[in-house]
């Protein structure tokens, strides 16, 4: 079924679209976009488990076919606010560049389903459209924006974000169409941050040491900043969370007062911004379902770059497979002013592989004689899947991106499952 949709200035049509149906949109003329990233006259984008809007400045008639969830079109929009935003944020890369300093370091915090993934890539694509090379950097460990769940990412921006598929592609199809977007990852292996808090600040300080190291180097990413965005961290450990990142990488209401007040003598900007209208909340199944397609999208590729991943057998003893130590308890859920456990940031060796059955592993880059203490300050070189588990002969079944020998022996196990379908 085919429909047409006229849009005026400043309006954008807003559609939601599930997992078993896909969605094509066509620009017929004007000039609209996707989070920040222009569609093409004529051009056919095809969209599967989405929720998205497509923006208009000037005007735009849009074709639309198959069947949408929801759809319907706007007239009001944050989008006015977010240009400002960018507006401000190239005045202060101005200066950084005259100045040689450090360009700007934002930090987009809210509570979940807000908008704060969508902010990120309209003030990623606005700034490459200036031609800067900002770090993008994902502290959101729920569906893995750039790679796989549980992962904590920085990326420095150098392309187009793909109007498709967001921030892309997974680091597997990057490397297989040879986009300089690979990320830096950390493997935290949870879904929300409160579930190992201190292994989640640790994560977070080694990832942001690297950035800075790189934005050190780089004139360009240090001219451009960081965009950071983070998950739905409103509550007390949400806010001690922020601080954290905060420390280390230099609007809910409640929110907004309450950083407001509590960076009002330093050198930190507040900035409450608007909310799109468009924005739904994503109950628990859809959230699953983003994160098995994440996951499956890291083996075997999206529509426009489809992988063929391999089948390999592995003896137990060529590798080394570690968990973080039993946590008691979320922190959240620990009465007030009490900590858990000190072994949440110690890793355990797994000694019983039947516990692998259909975990996803992250394999660190670390060298065979690591210590134990220090494997989980180190990044992570890829991840394979542990599809069987042979006991009595010694071997697991994996599902790896590339063929041949593993190029690292330690493994990571975190708490993500999945069942190749």
């Known amino acids: ?20 149906n896909k969605v094509q949109i066509k620009l017929v003329e004007g000039t609209a976009e996707i989070f920040g990233t222009e569609l093409a006259v004529g051009n056919t984008y095809t969209f599967s488990g989405r929720k998205a809007a497509v923006y208009t400045w000037h005007g735009c008639t849009l074709e639309v076919n198959g069947s949408c969830l929801v759809e319907y079109t706007a007239s009001e929009t944050p989008m006015t606010s977010y240009l400002n935003t960018h507006l401000a944020l190239e005045q202060l890369r101005e200066r950084a560049k005259s100045e040689r300093e ?28 200036q031609g800067g090379s900002p770090i993008y950097v994902s502290l959101d460990t729920t569906e893995g924006s750039i790679t796989m769940p549980g992962t904590l990412t920085a990326t420095s921006i150098s392309n187009i974000i793909d109007v498709e598929e967001g921030f892309g592609s997974s680091a597997t199809t990057a490397a297989s169409m040879g986009s300089s977007t690979m990320p830096l990852a950390y493997y935290y292996g949870f879904e929300s941050p409160d579930e190992n808090v201190k292994l989640y600040k640790l994560v977070t ?48 209401e409640r929110l907004y007062s309450d950083m407001s007040r509590i960076y ?20 628990k199944q859809f959230k699953t379902l983003l994160q098995r397609a994440k996951i499956r999208e890291y083996f075997y590729g999206t ?99 590339s063929p041949g020998r593993l190029p690292r022996k330690h493994l990571l196990m975190g708490s993500f499952k999945w069942m190749e379908s």
């Open 1 to 20: 079924m085919s429909r047409e949709f006229k849009l005026g200035p400043d309006h954008e049509y807003r559609f939601e679209v599930d997992f078993q």
């Open 303 to 401: 529509p426009k770059c489809e992988l063929s991943p391999y089948s390999m057998l592995v003896n137990n003893a060529d590798v080394k497979i570690w968990r973080v130590g039993d946590v008691i308890a979320p922190t959240s859920a620990l009465p007030l002013g009490m900590e858990g456990s000190s072994n949440e940031t110690q890793v355990v060796r797994v000694d019983n592989y039947d516990m692998c059955f259909n975990s996803i592993l992250a394999i660190l880059n670390a060298d065979d004689d690591e210590p134990e203490n220090g494997l989980l300050e180190c990044s992570v070189t890829g991840f394979i899947y542990v599809s069987d588990v042979n006991e009595e002969r010694c071997k697991l079944t994996i599902l790896s991106p």
């Open 102 to 129: 450090l360009g700007p370091r934002v930090l987009v915090v809210g509570p979940h389903d807000v908008g704060k993934t969508s902010l990120c890539k309209v003030l990623v694509s606005y700034s490459l459209k």
């Open 205 to 252: 300080t080694k990832l942001a040491e690297a950035v800075k190291r790189r934005m050190a180097m780089d004139d360009e990413c240090r001219n451009s900043g960081i965009i950071i965005d983070t998950a739905g961290l409103i509550d007390q450990v949400g806010y001690d969370i922020i601080q954290h990142i905060v420390e280390q990488f230099e609007g809910h």
């Open 264 to 283: 009002k003598n330093q050198n930190v900007s507040v900035v409450k911004l608007a909310k799109s209208g468009g924005v739904v909340e994503r109950d």
